[in-house]
């Protein structure tokens, strides 16, 4: 027997439970299990316990779809595509620690636009200290048919980034995915390269054309907090990507990381496979949350 979902525990919360102090503890700590850190949770109740008592709601259905609206607040989609207009340059920088699946979802992301007719997609392999990293995206590369620029392990990130950018220039309009490095546990040294690389990314991008996104491990709850505050903090972050999203137990991370930071999410990876990636839908992540 694994862990309940939220929603299971949800269920069980309003068996024979007025909807008393204590059924609004019980929810509280219901919410901090399913990932969404205790600042919001506290928050979400008390929100949830003051607009029952203001609006009269008592019956479970009313008061699931309060929470639902609650939720639904904080948590925000967004569709984001390349300009393709005329001899625009798109970068794209995808950021992470090591292990979320960063790479992966390069590749994944490259395919994607590939298929929407975005023929100069080009993956910039500016993750060049994990040694298996630029054998990783060339292996994508190849699998998926798409360009892959990289340099020497060891090598400037920001320079790799930087000619993958005039490669994308040379061929008109285009888009540029650079991976980049996530070793969080040197995080001044990972802040300092990411600002050069940012630096460069936005001298070579055409107005308007530059985005950073965060991919994040939809199993790991506050620590995908903490995480996407570090990178916000190091370059300032436009959307994310929650991968490992198929797993059984649906967390509310996009909850708390949209409620803290504002942070939309774009696109969900569901699956190994390089088509294994959606687009993100709030309320059918709340739903999902809240077993609707």
């Known amino acids: ?22 059924f609004f503890e019980d929810l509280t700590d219901s919410l901090i299990e399913g990932d969404i850190g205790a600042k919001t949770a506290f928050e979400i109740s008390d929100t949830l316990e003051q607009n029952c008592k203001k609006n009269h709601i008592t019956e479970q259905k009313e008061i699931v779809q309060e929470l639902k609206n609650i939720l639904l607040s904080y948590v925000k989609d967004i569709n984001l595509e390349p300009d393709l207009t005329e001899q625009k340059t798109n970068i794209w920088m995808i950021l992470g620690v090591n292990g979320v699946g960063k790479t992966t979802s390069v590749a994944k992301l490259g395919l994607w636009f590939k298929n929407k007719g975005v023929e100069n997609t080009i993956l910039a392999s500016a993750d060049t200290f994990r040694a298996a990293a630029i054998e990783q995206l060339e ?35 285009g888009l540029v995915l650079a991976d980049t490095a ?8 990972l802040v300092r390269e990411l600002q050069k690389i940012d630096k460069i990314c936005r001298e070579k991008a055409s107005g308007g054309c530059y985005k950073k996104i965060l991919v994040v491990d939809a199993t790991t ?72």
Request: charged content about 25%; overall charge neutral.
């Open 1 to 22: 027997m694994g862990k309940l979902s939220f929603a299971e525990k949800l269920r069980n919360l309003f068996k024979g439970k007025n909807q008393n102090e204590e």
């Open 221 to 292: 709850g506050q620590n995908a907090l903490r995480q996407a505050e570090v990178f916000n903090e190091a370059v300032g972050l436009d959307a994310m990507i929650l991968t490992k999203y198929d797993s059984t137990a649906k967390g509310g991370v996009a909850v708390s990381v949209g409620k803290e930071l504002g942070l939309p999410v774009a696109f969900v990876c569901n699956g190994e496979k390089y088509e294994n990636i959606a687009l993100f839908n709030a309320e059918e992540y709340i739903n999902e949350f809240l077993g609707l």
């Open 139 to 173: 292996m994508h590369g190849n699998k998926i048919g798409l360009r892959v620029v990289s340099h020497q392990h060891g090598s400037d990130p920001a320079a790799v980034v930087y000619d993958a950018a005039e490669a994308c220039r040379s061929k008109g309009t």
């Open 182 to 189: 996530g070793r969080l546990h040197n995080k001044e040294n």
